[in-house]
């Protein structure tokens, strides 16, 4: 009678054991892939910051040049504050919808802004001359370039995580432990994903 009650609790404990090794499993591969998901937006922030360090010396040189475009001018040191500020909200929690919203719409603004400075610029021969102006404008667009592998490398890992979150069973646990569906870092249309001409 106790051989019978024995069997039967070992293989109750090794079905238990089994689900609780597939959950601690399913667990830490969901953790793994949400980290990868930050480190790359970790890139993503470091090429941003770059980029809004670069844009001061930019207004800086061009403010010489460009006496009647104060107004320009302005909207592009109002669109880089803007969108340093929604970075340092998606920085804060990446991933997360509405920080991903606010950012790309601060970016969209952001290249809308220095796409107009950079159309304004081609009027003025002298500035598009000027030394360090053709120097900022390489390195900030060595920097866009750096950005959009940046958020590719990102988007991707966004994939695998929220593809792992919403597979079976995997999903279960990711359900039941709280794992948040990712947002992917992208532009709107075709237009707003293209960087900002910066030829000279």
């Known amino acids: 009678m106790f051989s019978g009650i024995s069997g039967v609790l ?9 689900v609780m090794g597939w959950i601690a499993m399913a667990y830490n591969g969901l953790v793994a892939l949400r980290n990868r998901f930050k ?19 930019l207004i800086e ?8 475009e104060r107004q320009t ?3 592009v040191v109002q669109a880089r504050n803007t969108a340093l500020s929604a970075s340092r909200t998606a920085s804060a929690n990446p991933g997360d919808p509405s920080s991903m919203a606010g ?20 009027a003025y021969p002298d500035l598009k001359a000027n030394q360090n102006m053709m120097a900022l404008q390489q390195e900030l667009s060595t920097t866009e370039g750096l950005i ?10 966004v994939q695998q995580y929220n593809t792992a979150r919403e597979s079976f069973p995997t999903n279960l646990v990711a359900n039941a432990m709280g794992f948040a569906p990712a947002q992917l870092f992208e532009l709107g249309s075709e237009k707003e994903r293209e960087t900002p001409g910066v030829s000279f």
């Open 39 to 57: 480190t790359a937006f970790s890139q993503i922030d470091v090429q941003l910051k770059r980029r809004y360090d670069l844009i001061p010396n």
């Open 148 to 157: 959009a592998s940046a958020r590719q490398v990102f988007n991707n890992s």
């Open 103 to 122: 950012l790309a719409a601060a970016e969209t603004q952001l290249n809308g802004v220095l796409g107009r400075l950079f159309a304004v610029a081609e």
């Open 10 to 18: 070992v293989v109750v404990g090794i079905v238990v054991l089994a």
């Open 73 to 75: 001018l302005e909207a």
């Open 61 to 68: 040189t061009a403010k010489g040049y460009l006496n009647h």
